[in-house]
């Protein structure tokens, strides 16, 4: 059964850092691509940052180019999202995603249970 687990979310203060998990579990992950959306109240589910997961290339959303980081763990099946300087417009629930067609998809082939990221002013 495919899992994928989050963790590192949490409560900071505007201007702080926070790094996400988001171990995989279950198959092969070796030709997926990896990544995160997030889903703020009121707010339809958008995509954050993606990963290639054999050639490494990533993908951002506008509002987090320069603040976020995606990278990945090949050994653990493992993405990470690196956030920094954050806002309180990033708070949302973080969902990680794996899919094996392409870095930014429209229905990835599987979610995470999503994790909370609270930024407060």
């Known amino acids: 059964q495919v899992q994928l687990v989050e963790s590192g979310g949490g409560l900071v203060q505007a201007g702080g850092s926070l790094r996400l998990s988001c171990a995989a579990s279950?198959?092969?992950?070796?030709?997926?691509?990896m990544g995160w959306f997030r889903q703020a109240p009121g707010k339809e589910r958008e995509f954050v940052a993606g990963?290639?997961?054999?050639?490494?290339?990533?993908l951002y959303a506008e509002s987090v180019q320069d603040r976020f980081t995606i990278s990945r763990a090949n050994a653990k099946s493992t993405v990470y999202l690196q956030m920094n300087w954050l806002k309180p417009e990033d708070t949302a629930v973080y969902y990680c995603y794996a899919d094996r067609a392409v870095i930014r998809p429209t229905a990835p082939d599987y979610w995470g249970q999503g994790t909370q990221v609270t930024v407060s002013s």
């Open positions: 279950g198959r092969t992950f070796s030709s997926y691509s």
């Open positions: 990963i290639n997961w054999t050639r490494g290339r990533t």
